[in-house]
Nanobody, 121 residues
């Protein structure tokens, strides 16, 4: 069974950057990042299929970049120009398919424990 371990969260000021990492035991499926703000539903942030296709939530386009290093079994999320609205618990997830990445929780099968991102104004 695939296990996912996130790291890289922390506290930054608005305008700053963070890079999240997610180490897996190896996956050929779509991998994605989600975030959850307390009191709100978890939302998809970015995802990348095994063939390289990537997609982003409108709120992070142009600021976040998802990438994966298959040799290292690691998924990354580079987050630039962070704002307080980006604060949340960020989860790494493995999808159910190789080439298709959905945006809903049910499109993903394995989840990490999450890493906290706090952006102060």
């Amino acid at each position: 069974e695939v296990q996912l371990v996130e790291s890289g969260g922390g506290s930054v000021q608005a305008g700053g950057s963070l890079k999240l990492s997610c180490v897996s035991s190896g996956s050929r499926y779509c991998m994605g990042w989600f975030r959850q703000v307390q009191g709100k539903a978890r939302e998809a942030v970015a995802a990348m299929a095994s063939g390289g296709w990537s997609g982003y939530a409108d709120s992070v386009k142009g600021r976040f970049t998802i990438s994966r290093d298959n040799a290292k079994n690691t998924l990354y999320l580079q987050m630039n120009r962070l704002s307080p609205e980006d604060t949340g618990l960020y989860y790494c997830a493995e999808g159910r398919y190789e080439a298709y990445c959905g945006r809903e929780d049910e499109d993903f099968e394995v989840w990490g424990q999450g890493t906290q991102v706090i952006v102060s104004s």
